[in-house]
């Protein structure tokens, strides 16, 4: 998924397979942001300006998630693909239906949601910047933000395809670290130095060129970093 900037306010969602192949667009507007996959990748989630969409793989479902107050920056998804939890303005955190029903705000003073456990039960996320950095987890049902890595500066935290570990990249360190959950304490077990051939887009995308963002695809075990780290880490809640 990635979007085609035309010029400042004309912009394209299309989406491909990795060779480039089977290109389509999805969408156009006029300040498109890409969000997320689907767990099973048959769908996506993609902002304009402040409102959040929901779209086929295939071109066909367009639709608003409506009721969300501030602009939508993220879209994790459920595991069924059946829900969303979305982060707003200043880090509130809200749940939709994928087709748009039972919208509700879960939390005013959340963090960046990007992964939902399994059961739905958990959403792990972080903060990025300010005095309360780190990584975080909310469960739904108390809607209670819980630090498990507080001063953890990362981007972008995804489970492993099996669901047993989590992995973030360290921004502007090119690391990558993975935590496992069956651990007591979060310690180091290896290091070892990979190459990356991940070049950070232009800030101001110029016309006709393409932008997105690096992202952990959970279906790959293929990962990319200047140097990999692996930890062992305290178990969520069940």
Request: proline share 5%; glycine share 10%; aromatic share 10%.
């Amino acid at each position: 998924m990635y979007i085609r900037y035309l010029d400042p306010e004309h912009s394209e969602l299309w989406v491909a397979d990795l060779d480039a192949s089977n290109r389509l667009k999805l969408a156009s507007g006029a300040h498109l942001q890409t969000r997320d996959w689907g767990t099973d990748g048959s769908q996506v989630s993609f902002a304009d300006g402040t409102r959040l969409y929901v779209a086929g793989a295939n071109g066909r479902g367009l639709h608003e998630i409506k009721g969300i107050e501030g602009a939508a920056g993220c879209g994790a998804w459920s595991v069924d693909n059946t829900r969303l939890f979305i982060t707003t303005t200043k880090d509130a955190i809200w749940t939709a239906n994928v087709d748009g029903s039972h919208v509700e705000k879960l939390l005013d003073r959340g963090f960046l949601a990007t992964a939902v456990s399994p059961d739905g039960k958990y959403v792990l996320g972080s903060i990025d910047s300010g005095t309360e950095v780190g990584i975080y987890q909310m469960a739904v049902a108390d809607k209670r933000r819980v630090p498990l890595l507080p001063g953890t500066e990362n981007y972008m935290l995804r489970f492993t395809p099996d669901y047993k570990s989590f992995v973030y990249a360290v921004p502007g360190r090119g690391e990558i670290t993975f935590f496992a959950r069956d651990g007591e304490m979060a310690r180091s077990l290896e290091c070892r130095r990979l190459r990356s051939n991940y070049r950070s887009p232009s800030p101001s995308p110029t016309k006709g060129t393409l932008s997105t963002f690096p992202a952990i695809c959970q279906r790959s075990s293929t990962f990319c970093g200047d140097r990999l780290r692996l930890h062992r880490a305290r178990s969520l809640p069940r």
